[in-house]
């Protein structure tokens, strides 16, 4: 078999390769989930040769070179290249996040969005203990330990979820707010019955409360 003939057969067998892996993943998940192994054991043996293949081609490289003094103006073009692409590489990064401006918010409903919470200012609550009840209507998302809910009619009050009864019910771990004094986190004790809350990432909050202090206030 010549290399062109070879060379049509492999094409043929990527391209049916790559319909069946679609065909399988888009309309048999499940068998596609049973024969994974397949592709995971394919690209385990691709990473394994990527290491041996580009230390041999060094070794070639340098072999082909015959004269070894050569190496000295390759390393410093190469060295150069490196630094001059990966600088122009960063200079582009930075002039598209100046002018885009991922991320960025003008309000702070928008900000709460961004980080993955959620704000609900006519929603009633009513408390129990460290349990939390939604009246009226039901709390779609999930969330779980990893959020936090805020009380807005409650001078930010807070606490962290530590698990949820059922869908309208949440347990809270403690219930804490800033001291405006002090602007230390101090135990608090809520009302029974309020309106609005956010469901705010944990971590989110953390950051945000350090915002301005210096290292050895955080």
Same mark, same amino acid.
């Given at each position: 078999m010549t290399g062109g003939k070879f060379g049509k057969i492999l094409l043929y067998l990527m391209i049916a390769g790559i319909v069946? !892996?679609?065909?399988?993943?888009g309309f048999?998940?499940? +068998?596609?989930?049973?024969?994974?192994? $397949? /592709?995971?054991?394919?690209?385990?043996?691709?990473?394994?040769?990527?290491i041996p293949l580009v230390i041999t081609s060094m070794i070639a490289g340098v072999t082909g070179l015959g004269d070894v003094r050569k190496l000295g103006?390759? !390393?410093?073009?190469?060295?150069?290249?490196?630094?001059? +692409?990966?600088?122009i590489s960063v200079? $582009? /990064?930075i002039i598209l996040v100046v002018i885009i401006g991922p991320g960025k918010a003008?309000?702070?409903?928008?900000?709460?969005?961004?980080?993955?919470?959620?704000?609900?200012?006519e929603l009633s609550y009513s408390l129990? !203990?460290?349990q939390i009840s939604f009246e009226?209507?039901?709390v779609k998302n999930e969330f779980d330990e990893r959020y936090m809910i805020i009380l807005k009619d409650q001078e930010g009050i807070r606490g962290n979820i530590s698990g949820n009864r059922d869908e309208n019910t949440f347990i809270v771990s403690n219930w804490v707010k800033e001291d405006e004094s002090t602007?230390?986190?101090v135990a608090a004790t809520p009302t029974t019955n309020g309106i609005g809350v956010v469901f705010d990432l944990s971590l989110s909050e953390k950051v945000i409360d350090k915002q301005g202090q210096t290292i050895g206030e955080t």
């Open positions: 069946l !892996g679609i065909v399988v993943g048999l998940p499940e +068998t596609g989930k049973k024969v994974a192994f $397949i /592709g995971d054991f394919f690209i385990g043996y691709l990473k394994m040769l990527v103006g390759i !390393g410093r073009k190469t060295i150069l290249y490196y630094m001059a +692409t990966t600088g200079m $582009i /990064g003008d309000t702070k409903e928008e900000q709460l969005r961004l980080r993955g919470g959620f704000s609900f200012s129990a !203990g460290n009226h209507t039901q602007h230390k986190v």
